[in-house]
């Protein structure tokens, strides 16, 4: 039978004390009742000596949220050890945590009043924490002791205080990491030897508590595990001091997917996690890297069309967890320059598409041209590459202009064959076109307005010369991203009659410049079918003058 581990969180204490990521009280409670939602065994709740609101914080977390162990940190003080005492007063299920300093650069650095040598210092270090003990026992029978910067501690030193804990009555003896330092088998070796000194180490839990100044935080925490550590301490999305702790999620799905290496279980409910970092990351400020094991967003994702077809087939080729366990978007095929036809064509039909083999290499071809353009493709792109080639389609097939934008001959009465934009922070911005005519005139034009749209319709009234005035514009980004891609929708009055241009691009300049095209073009087309509309000479302007 696999033995449990405990899972101690301290997001709302260690993890609090990233620069920057303060919380407050009404923060720390719904985070708090999510971790409950997760089922991890122990919230570290705050640190109540160090302000009036980690005591608020500690009290509430205490008694209004239930199912778990509420902890609070201390110094080996005994104003600290009454502090955390009393805010834990009311709790029903509560654990004091008590520190205290035991390397020779920390005991060197922090304890000159404790002796003259390193011997009277350490032994007066082993009798604080005797007291400290002894005096959190006194408000609940769960005292958890920790030996900070354990990883540079002389390992016989570390042996002796962690004995005097024990003998003492702490219940749990944790070992830090407290610099990140450790290798992880160096960090097993410690935990081991911690084992092995203890005269009765099944009346103690050992615990882990691993930071990631060299990214092995994660590591050495499955070290200590390995070692016989069986609670571990770490927080959601890895934040804390420095480079920050082991994170949560991590440490869980390792367990969870390789539970053949690691003979213990963790009772987490594991598809609260990613709703749980999104919780943390909005109270925090913290954005999760995209990247990030578990619960990035692309941690699911795939562009590559090799790696997209291999999970279309079988997810397990590259997925050695289900996203839906841990929270995410089971769908998560990501389409990019790097995509290929079983990906796009797989999203295509789940949105409704019934593509022909006849339209799938043209389709194909759209998607690259835009994925060219932009870092990642999304629903609303390819909506638009099916209207374009929907309309091209049509256009080959039957030879006619489309809804009035082209003349007879199919061939639309101005094309734009040049954009050119010059913007700077002092001057007017500064375009110029070159529109090209049915009749093969070629038009060449320069202009300025107050921005670059203004300028590139100036410069395109000037290449037209034809009479029209615009009524209406509206710009939209109709997907995601900074590179998404935008739809221009321009309006234009010609008499009575009204002309509408549509165009989307990732450039929204062009865009607006060809939808003014497009809305042109169906204005030059309704003049030459003057029988079936009717136009009113007077009153005409010129968009611009």
């Known amino acids: 039978m696999s033995d449990s581990i405990t899972i101690f969180d301290t997001t709302l204490r260690d993890g609090e004390q990233a620069p920057g990521a303060s919380m407050t009280v009404a923060e720390k409670m719904r985070i ?35 199912g778990l162990v509420t902890c609070a940190l201390a110094r080996t003080k005994e104003d600290d050890i009454s502090a955390a005492g009393e805010a834990l007063a009311n709790g029903s299920d509560t654990r004091l945590h008590t520190f205290i300093a035991t390397s020779d650069v920390h005991i060197e650095a922090k304890f000159d009043a404790l002796g003259d040598t390193m011997a009277e210092k350490r032994e007066a270090i082993i009798q604080r924490a005797v007291r400290a003990i002894e005096q959190a026992l006194t408000y609940t029978d769960n005292v958890e002791f920790s030996a900070e910067d354990a990883g540079r501690t002389d390992p016989a030193f570390l042996c002796e205080i962690v004995q005097a804990a024990a003998e003492a009555g702490a219940t749990t003896i944790n070992i830090p990491d407290t610099t990140g330092y ?41 070290a200590g595990i390995r070692a016989g550590a069986r609670q571990v301490e770490c927080t959601i999305n890895g934040i804390g001091e420095r480079a920050g702790n082991a994170a949560l999620e991590e440490i869980v799905m390792a367990l969870t997917v390789r539970a053949d290496e690691f003979d213990v279980t963790a009772d987490v409910r594991t598809e609260h996690l990613t709703p749980t970092s999104q919780m943390v990351s909005a109270a925090t400020g913290f ?28 997810r397990t080729t590259y997925e050695i967890m ?11 095929i990501r389409l990019g320059r790097h995509s290929g036809r079983h990906g796009l064509f797989n999203r295509l039909e789940a949105l409704g598409y019934e593509v022909p083999d006849a339209h799938r290499d043209e389709i194909y071809q759209h998607f690259l041209d835009l994925a060219d353009r932009k870092k990642e493709v999304f629903e609303e792109d390819l909506e638009q590459v099916m209207e374009d080639v929907g309309a091209e389609a049509v256009e080959t097939a039957t030879g006619l202009p489309d809804n009035g934008a082209a003349t007879n001959s199919g061939t639309p009465a101005y094309r734009l064959d040049h954009l050119s934009v010059q913007i700077t922070t002092d001057e007017a911005p500064q375009v110029s076109v070159r529109l090209l005519r049915d009749d093969g005139s070629v038009r060449e034009e320069q202009a300025t307005g107050d921005g670059p749209v203004e300028a590139v319709y100036r410069a395109l009234d000037h290449a037209v010369d034809e009479p029209h005035t615009l009524v209406d514009f509206a710009l939209r980004a109709i997907s995601e991203g900074a590179d998404a891609l935008g739809e221009v929708n321009v309006t234009i009055r010609y008499g009575e009659n009204e002309f509408l241009g549509q165009a989307r691009n990732t450039d929204v300049v062009r865009a607006s410049a060809d939808a003014y095209v497009d809305a042109l073009n ?5 003049r030459e079918h003057t029988e079936s509309v009717e136009f009113v000479q007077n009153g005409i302007m010129h968009a611009y003058d």
Do not use: M, W
């Open 287 to 314: 954005p999760v890297q995209p990247n990030k094991a578990i619960v990035g967003s692309n941690a699911f994702s795939h562009e590559a069309g090799i790696h997209q077809h291999g999970v279309l087939e079988e």
């Open 182 to 222: 450790c290798a992880p088998s160096e960090y097993a070796d410690l935990v081991a030897s911690v084992v092995d000194c203890l005269p009765a180490p099944e009346a103690v839990t050992l615990s882990t508590h691993c930071h990631d100044d060299l990214g092995l935080a994660t590591a050495n925490t499955l």
């Open 32 to 66: 708090a009742h999510k971790l409950a939602d997760l089922n991890v065994d122990v919230i570290e709740a705050g640190f109540p000596i160090s302000s009036p609101a980690q005591t608020e914080a500690v009290a509430r977390i205490a008694t209004e949220v239930d």
């Open 522 to 526: 169906r204005l030059a087309a309704a």
């Open 322 to 332: 289900s996203a839906a366990d841990v929270g995410q978007d089971a769908e998560q």
